[in-house]
């Protein structure tokens, strides 16, 4: 027989509705879960051995950029969800120390610090999704891990330029007042067809909108507006409870998109959407051209290589 003490249900309630200022401490978000189980089957057979999400961004694989972003948003608690085949992924994130040693001992700090870097980003955890049933289940297998807090997810080929950030304002309107925050971009009306579609209200806020309805993948001229749903989130715990009951969707997968729907639909019970614009530069890694037109872009402006990528393409374009 299990004894309850008296003050056990106080200190229950007081955990639940303890503040960080004039926020609720379960809005306070300090993990960060990156879906990264499928098969990147857009660059076979590049990825048949390799995950896509360590395809090398000129000599940094994908999936640190994504890493980077979460943990300079103060986000050092990260759990990926994987697949088979992705143990290079945490091979990467893990120490080599023969490696160290060796660059050690030939005195290249440089290339030394850049490998240790990658080990001591964050505190990172991973679990495998097992039936590939679509991105809300691999967010669903994360429940466990994050418990009764909000969390943040941010999609392992989808790559925010660090120049760029989206991360920090959607934290900063979750932590404001419990909302599930999404990141909406502009498209062109052509392309809506291929992502999560919004539809929505002004705020006074010209980069915050309040999110009225959401679809997956609209038929071609069906969309409500041309705001496109990328890939980062900042959900409430209570996103659990609706993935575990959100039945499969398009593509016969349980969709994230439609589980948000549900939040849109039941605010008082989920705490609504909102969505934040983003306007900077973004990357599709796991399509090909995007993969290269963010290999140029991030590449051009680094100061060991941009000055002769620079002159090269300056050539090359003389030649189309």
Same mark, same amino acid.
């Given at each position: 027989?299990? +004894?309850?003490?008296?003050?056990?249900?106080?200190?229950?309630?007081?955990?639940?509705?303890?503040?960080?200022?004039?926020?609720?401490?379960?809005?306070? #978000?300090?993990?960060?879960?990156?879906?990264?189980?499928?098969? /990147?089957?857009? +660059?076979?057979?590049?990825?048949?051995?390799?995950?896509? !999400?360590?395809?090398?961004?000129?000599?940094?694989?994908?999936?640190?950029?994504?890493?980077?972003? &979460?943990?300079?948003?103060?986000? *050092?608690?990260?759990?990926?969800?994987? @697949?088979?085949?992705?143990?290079?992924?945490? *091979?990467?994130?893990?120490?080599?120390?023969? $490696? !160290?040693?060796?660059?050690?001992?030939?005195?290249?700090?440089?290339?030394?610090?850049?490998?240790?870097?990658?080990?001591?980003?964050?505190?990172?955890?991973?679990?495998?999704?097992?039936?590939?049933? /679509? $991105? @809300?289940?691999?967010?669903?297998?994360?429940?466990?891990? %994050? &418990?009764?807090?909000?969390?943040?997810?941010? $999609? @392992?080929?989808?790559?925010?330029?660090?120049?760029?950030? #989206?991360?920090?304002?959607?934290?900063?309107?979750? !932590? &404001?007042?419990?909302?599930? %925050?999404?990141?909406?971009?502009? #498209?062109?009306?052509?392309?809506?067809?291929?992502?999560?579609?919004?539809?929505?209200?002004?705020?006074?806020?010209?980069?915050?909108?309040? %999110?009225?309805?959401?679809?997956?993948?609209?038929?071609?001229?069906?969309?409500?507006? *041309? $705001?496109?749903?990328?890939?980062?989130?900042?959900? =409430?715990?209570?996103? +659990?409870?609706?993935?575990?009951?959100?039945?499969?969707?398009?593509?016969?997968?349980?969709?994230?998109?439609?589980?948000?729907?549900? &939040?849109?639909? *039941?605010?008082?019970?989920?705490? @609504?959407?909102?969505?934040?614009?983003?306007?900077? =530069?973004?990357?599709?890694?796991?399509?090909?051209?995007?993969?290269?037109?963010?290999?140029?872009?991030?590449?051009?402006? =680094?100061?060991?290589? /941009?000055?002769?990528?620079?002159?090269?393409?300056?050539? +090359?374009?003389?030649?189309?």
């Amino acid at each position: 027989m299990h +004894f309850s003490p008296p003050w056990h249900g106080v200190f229950e309630h007081y955990a639940r509705t303890m503040t960080y200022g004039d926020v609720n401490a379960r809005f306070k #978000v300090t993990k960060a879960v990156i879906p990264v189980a499928g098969l /990147g089957t857009r +660059f076979l057979p590049a990825t048949k051995a390799m995950p896509k !999400e360590m395809l090398p961004i000129v000599d940094k694989p994908v999936i640190q950029h994504v890493v980077e972003e &979460a943990v300079s948003a103060g986000l *050092n608690d990260i759990l990926m969800i994987t @697949g088979r085949n992705k143990n290079t992924l945490e *091979n990467h994130f893990d120490r080599v120390a023969e $490696l !160290e040693y060796t660059l050690e001992n030939k005195g290249d700090h440089k290339k030394l610090a850049a490998v240790q870097h990658s080990s001591q980003l964050a505190d990172i955890h991973y679990t495998r999704q097992g039936d590939p049933r /679509g $991105l @809300g289940h691999a967010v669903y297998r994360a429940k466990s891990h %994050v &418990a009764e807090h909000s969390f943040a997810v941010l $999609l @392992g080929d989808d790559v925010i330029d660090s120049r760029d950030s #989206v991360l920090p304002k959607m934290l900063e309107e979750h !932590e &404001a007042d419990g909302s599930n %925050v999404i990141a909406l971009m502009e #498209v062109d009306p052509s392309m809506i067809h291929m992502y999560g579609c919004a539809s929505v209200e002004l705020t006074d806020d010209p980069d915050v909108v309040r %999110v009225t309805g959401l679809v997956e993948k609209p038929e071609p001229g069906t969309a409500p507006s *041309n $705001l496109a749903v990328i890939g980062r989130y900042v959900l =409430r715990a209570e996103m +659990f409870d609706i993935l575990e009951t959100t039945a499969p969707g398009r593509g016969g997968e349980i969709q994230l998109t439609d589980a948000l729907q549900s &939040a849109v639909a *039941n605010p008082a019970v989920a705490g @609504g959407v909102k969505g934040v614009i983003f306007r900077g =530069r973004r990357y599709d890694t796991g399509d090909k051209l995007d993969f290269i037109k963010a290999t140029l872009r991030i590449a051009i402006d =680094r100061d060991d290589i /941009g000055a002769d990528l620079r002159t090269f393409i300056k050539e +090359f374009s003389q030649e189309l």
